[in-house]
Nanobody, 115 residues
Framework: QVQFVESGGGLVQPGGSLRLSCAASGSVLRIINIGWYRQAPGKQRELVAT???????NYVDSVKGRFTISRDNAKNTVYLQMNRLKPDDTAVYYCNSYPAYDSNWGQGTQVTVSS
């Protein structure tokens, strides 16, 4: 079982930016594909972005051109840079392996986009 820890969320105005960080126990982030997921109030959790071991990335259409997923293997951390945030981006954001394992969900980090 892997313990993921997300951080970096907060309250931001529409059009603002945040950078989320994902850490995990051991050096597992270097050897697995990682996804950022989010769950908005009253909605199912959805996959937002993925990054492979080789660095290939993919995004859900609603965040393309605004969000960037990256990994720093030296720091054993995966990031999600979020720019031009919209109220619809309000959610709890989680990282997990891709595909996700239910036993590995962390607490997530709350992102609220509001004026």
């Amino acid at each position: 079982q892997v313990q993921f820890v997300e951080s970096g969320g907060g309250l931001v105005q529409p059009g603002g930016s945040l950078r989320l960080s994902c850490a995990a126990s051991g050096s597992v982030l270097r050897i697995i594909n990682i996804g950022w997921y989010r769950q908005a109030p009253g909605k199912q959790r959805e996959l937002v972005a993925t990054i492979t071991i080789g660095g290939s990335t993919n995004y859900v259409d609603s965040v393309k051109g605004r969000f960037t997923i990256s990994r720093d293997n030296a720091k054993n951390t995966v990031y999600l840079q979020m720019n031009r945030l919209k109220p619809d981006d309000t959610a709890v954001y989680y990282c997990n392996s891709y595909p996700a394992y239910d036993s590995n969900w962390g607490q997530g980090t709350q992102v609220t986009v509001s004026s």
